[in-house]
């Protein structure tokens, strides 16, 4: 697989926090249904190991294998301020060649820092913008030999979001390009105090980036 269809699947899977353009002005408070502190999931790993296996020649016996689902965390402020936790995720794939033997075995890693911005939530659908985050970065590994890279080309691509947000549940739909497709946010609200010290270390941090 070209690393650019690689650098492209593990930029949306980071989405919809990045894919945003930079902040000019915060956009409108929003949704106040949207407003606090979120944890949950989202189908993307899922979406992404489809769009691996999908890829597979006829040749190839491919077998992949991933963590946990991360468990992803985004706080919302009633200025439309926003900041996200860092997450990581590994996925691995073994390549088997059936004419000559060879075996490719590589892993695939996906570390998002922080995202800190401005959200909106209107009429079902999201707009963000993005205010200074770091770009999130890619390990990929074959065989032993490896490169590290920030995901690229993420900022110029914004995707369609839709949401659902109803007392202390909320969803997001993004919609992404082949082969990837729509990947679907389940979150729950919680109290800050949730998070503990290093939710709260974040956040100050987030607000002072944003400033």
């Given at each position: 697989m070209k690393s650019s269809a690689l650098t492209l699947m593990l930029a949306l899977w980071a989405a919809p926090a990045l894919a945003q353009n930079a902040c000019v002005t915060p956009p409108p408070v929003g949704d106040p249904c949207m407003v606090g502190h979120w944890v949950g999931e989202n189908t993307a790993p899922a979406r992404?190991?489809?769009?691996?296996?999908?890829?597979?020649?006829?040749d190839v016996i491919?077998?992949?294998?991933?963590?946990?689902?991360?468990?992803?965390?985004?706080?919302?402020?009633?200025?439309?301020?926003?900041?996200?936790?860092?997450?990581?995720?590994?996925?691995?794939?073994?390549?088997?060649f059936v004419e000559t033997?060879?075996?490719?075995?590589?892993?695939?890693?996906?570390?998002?820092?922080?995202?800190?911005?401005?959200?909106?939530?209107?009429?079902?659908?999201?707009?963000?913008?993005?205010?200074?985050?770091?770009?999130?970065?890619?390990?990929?590994?074959?065989?032993?030999?490896?490169?590290?890279?920030?995901?690229?080309?993420?900022e110029r691509y914004e995707p369609t979001i839709t949401y659902t947000c109803r007392g202390d549940t909320m969803g997001m739909d993004v919609q992404l390009p082949a082969p990837i497709g729509t990947v679907q946010y389940f979150l729950r609200r919680v109290p800050e105090d949730a998070f503990g010290d290093e939710f709260r270390r974040i956040r100050d941090a987030a607000r002072d980036l944003a400033e």
């Open positions: 992404i190991r489809a769009a691996l296996q999908s890829m597979v020649p006829e491919r077998d992949i294998a991933a963590g946990a689902s991360p468990t992803l965390g985004i706080s919302i402020y009633d200025d439309g301020f926003y900041h996200t936790l860092p997450f990581h995720q590994a996925t691995e794939f073994t390549d088997t033997g060879d075996v490719v075995d590589v892993r695939l890693d996906l570390a998002a820092p922080t995202q800190v911005g401005f959200i909106n939530g209107e009429a079902g659908r999201v707009t963000f913008c993005d205010a200074g985050s770091a770009p999130a970065m890619f390990t990929m590994t074959a065989n032993g030999d490896g490169m590290t890279a920030p995901v690229a080309g993420a």
